[in-house]
């Protein structure tokens, strides 16, 4: 059975250190979520057990696996005890393997659209789509919904909490609503957005646009000239492209810009940010007169390497960048 596991930095789960191109055998018996090795058919699902973006502002790793002893399912999660490491993935290739799992699942059920200029809708509950012509609209409003377009200028919308959306199209347009939902386009200019809590948007193309207005929204962009926003609380952005363009107003949280040459904002009570040499930071210091909050500065700085250091958490104490040290 094949699958993918996420990873801490350093290909680490719970203590426990993987590699790339090994088997390894779990020798007892194995009890789903307690014992053995741990792995998900559905890429996305890997995100319901690691984070997208983790505290520190890097993105959890991930790799193909297969399954080769006995193996137990509950859930979206399987657990086995002879796991093979197969090749790591990164962002992008993360998304084309959702987007290849999701497709593949869509057609078995025979949703699938090919026909450009296509209109499919739904409003039940566990439904699946599947579009492969250029201008297709795909709209669910059920819960647990799976959405999936390979063309072009393609509309993906889920209302329905748990939903999955996927493109590999360029000039897509990527929203959901619920709660839960996962984005994710691996073509360039397209536009993610999603007012639901803890989703997890993905975004490997250029000029891509992700903005969510929900608490703990996790963003990651790997492309160059991407744009991100959230407004909502605990949330985590990362850029690894170029020319970024990132923006908070969301209290206590984390931006990280991996990027050369990009621009950074968070404004939200006790939110930090970092990035690399050459980068633009800016943040918002509160204080609280007895009632409520109240901002009292706002600050920019361009990272330097040495008044202000490269790949180090900032926040704003006293007028003043401060390094965060845990």
Request: glycine content about 10%; aromatic content about 8%; proline content about 2%.
């Amino acid at each position: 059975m094949k699958g993918y596991k996420a990873f801490e930095k350093g290909m680490v789960c719970l203590g426990f250190q993987y590699e790339v191109g090994k088997t390894f055998e779990h020798k007892d018996r194995i009890v789903p979520c307690s014992m053995g090795f741990h792995f998900c058919e559905n890429p996305l699902d890997v995100l319901n057990h690691y984070p997208l973006v983790d505290v520190s502002g890097d993105l959890s790793e991930f790799a193909e696996v297969e399954a080769l002893g006995e193996t137990k399912t509950v859930g979206n999660k399987s657990v086995t005890n002879q796991l093979r490491i197969g090749e790591k993935l990164d962002l992008p290739g993360l998304i084309k393997a959702s987007f290849e799992f999701l497709w593949g699942k869509c057609a078995k059920k025979e949703k699938v659209d090919s026909e450009e200029e296509s209109r499919l809708e739904t409003q039940e509950d566990y439904s699946q789509w599947a579009a492969s012509g250029d201008y297709s609209h795909l709209a669910a409003s059920g819960f647990y919904s799976h959405l999936s377009a390979s063309g072009d200028d393609s509309r993906l919308a889920a209302s329905g909490h748990y939903s999955q959306l996927v493109t590999t199209g360029c000039d897509s347009y990527l929203t959901a609503s619920g709660d839960d939902s996962r984005l994710a386009a691996l073509g360039d200019d397209s536009q993610l957005a999603t007012s639901g809590d803890y989703s997890r948007l993905l975004a490997s193309g250029d000029n891509n646009r992700l903005a969510s207005s929900g608490y703990g929204t996790q963003f990651a962009a790997s492309g160059n000239n991407a744009q991100l926003a959230a407004s909502g609380d605990n949330s985590r952005l990362t850029a690894l492209g170029n020319n970024s363009m990132v923006v908070s107003s969301g209290d206590d949280n984390r931006l990280a810009l991996n990027g050369k040459d990009s621009v950074g904002a968070a404004m939200g009570i006790e939110s930090r940010i970092r990035g690399k040499v050459g980068n633009w930071i800016t943040l918002a210091e509160w204080k609280h007169d007895g009632e409520h909050f109240v901002p009292i500065c706002v600050k920019s700085a361009q990272i330097d390497g040495k008044k202000i250091k490269q790949d180090t958490w900032y926040e704003l104490k006293n007028g003043r960048f401060t390094e965060v040290r845990n």
